[in-house]
């Protein structure tokens, strides 16, 4: 059975970082491109970072220059460095797989609350 576990969120002050964590068990990892998006209650989920297999990223246009991501393949740890950190990022963060390239996602993790205040 695959879990996909999300930690590292939490409170903090607008310019603030935190590093974010996934853990994929039950499911191989390395062959998949991978994702963090995250969701504010009534709004669709958002794609903020993927990275491919040979560890491309991408990011979006809202979190380009901030926000950092990478993988280790013989943990299966995805993970999210996010630096100077504005009340806009406020939302919960999630990991998935990337869901432009599979239709087949891991089953969704409660995902990490990021809170950041001014």
């Known amino acids: 059975q695959v879990h996909v576990v999300e930690s590292g969120g939490g409170s903090v002050q607008t310019g603030g970082s935190l590093r974010l964590s996934c853990v994929v068990s039950?499911?191989?990892?390395?062959?998949?491109?991978m994702a963090w998006y995250r969701q504010v209650p009534g709004n669709q989920r958002e794609l903020v970072a993927r990275i491919d297999t040979r560890n491309n990223p991408n990011y979006a246009d809202s979190v380009k220059g901030r926000f950092t991501i990478s993988r280790a393949n013989v943990r299966k740890t995805l993970s999210l460095q996010m630096d100077d950190l504005k009340p806009e990022d406020t939302a919960v963060y999630f990991c998935n797989k990337d869901q432009r390239l599979y239709n087949n996602l891991f089953p969704w993790g409660q995902g990490t609350q990021v809170t950041v205040s001014s």
């Open positions: 039950g499911s191989s990892f390395t062959p998949f491109a």
